[in-house]
């Protein structure tokens, strides 16, 4: 098999930068979250509503929140692997975070944060809608350093390659390869990007909080597809994959 029948795995889920080693999964996330806020603060620009400091006043609480939703909604669906191990709850580096959960946190501390930065929360929301799957988007490259999170089987020419013992934990032959279902939801995410700032020039005018909701239906839609895909074990609700 060449190089180009198939998608690489990276040998390692840390890059070395000299006596230094960063998690790529926590750099990816950190990426993901300045070119978002990047963004963000173009588009409060052109429709003239606050400045670069009230931006990263509001991003300096949901950020975080955010981040921390996400965790806890993780570690909540998870409970089993957590509870002989709390002290794992805060390895975030290894990976685990739950998007449903930092999407409620995040945008209930950052609705607080926009009101006592006295920002016009409708117009922030609008702003705000394609920053966040464009956060999403390159967030999602983490779990292809961690070798986390991908698909069931495949044979087509951008399948997936991962170590042989993740093969065979996730009870395959050797030389598997797998749907890259991060790539789906990155590639995903960017379109969906495109497609609000798009539909967003129409929403401006009249109703332009709701640019949100669309985001969150858009996204929905996405992550059911890719769920789908995924083989990992996970809590299911009405069977529905929770995590």
């Keep these: ?12 889920s840390a890059i070395h930068l000299g006596p ?10 950190a990426l993901g979250v300045i070119l978002g806020v990047r963004l963000w603060g173009k588009r409060m620009t052109l429709i003239g ?3 670069p400091e009230q931006v990263n006043n509001v991003a300096m ?10 965790r806890l909604y993780h570690v909540a669906t998870e409970w089993g692997r957590f509870s002989d191990h709390p002290f794992d709850i805060i390895k975030i580096w290894k990976g685990g975070l739950g998007i449903p959960g930092g999407m409620l946190l995040g945008i209930i501390v950052g609705v607080w944060a926009l009101k006592r930065e006295n920002l ?7 702003a705000v809608a394609p920053a966040l799957p464009l956060a999403q988007a390159v ?13 069931g089987p495949t044979t087509l020419p951008w399948g997936l390659r991962v170590d042989a013992d993740k093969v065979l934990d996730a009870g395959y032959p050797a030389g598997t390869l797998f749907h890259p279902t991060f790539l789906y939801e990155s590639l995903w995410n960017l379109a969906l990007t495109m497609i609000l700032i798009v539909v ?10 709701r640019l949100l909701a669309v985001y969150v ?10 769920e789908g895909l995924r083989i990992d074990a996970a809590k299911e609700g009405g069977g529905l994959r929770l995590n």
């Design 1 to 12: 098999m060449n190089l180009l029948s198939y998608i690489p795995s990276p040998g390692s």
């Design 20 to 29: 230094l080693q960063l998690r790529a999964y926590g750099l990816m996330i």
């Design 49 to 51: 509503i606050g400045g």
């Design 61 to 70: 609480w949901a950020v975080p929140a955010g981040v921390i939703g996400a």
């Design 120 to 126: 016009p929360v409708a117009q922030t929301l609008w």
């Design 139 to 151: 967030g999602r490259w983490g779990n292809w350093w961690n070798q986390e999170l991908f698909g």
């Design 200 to 209: 967003g020039r129409r929403m401006l005018a009249a109703r332009p909080g």
């Design 217 to 226: 239906m858009g996204y929905g839609i996405g992550r059911f597809w890719v």
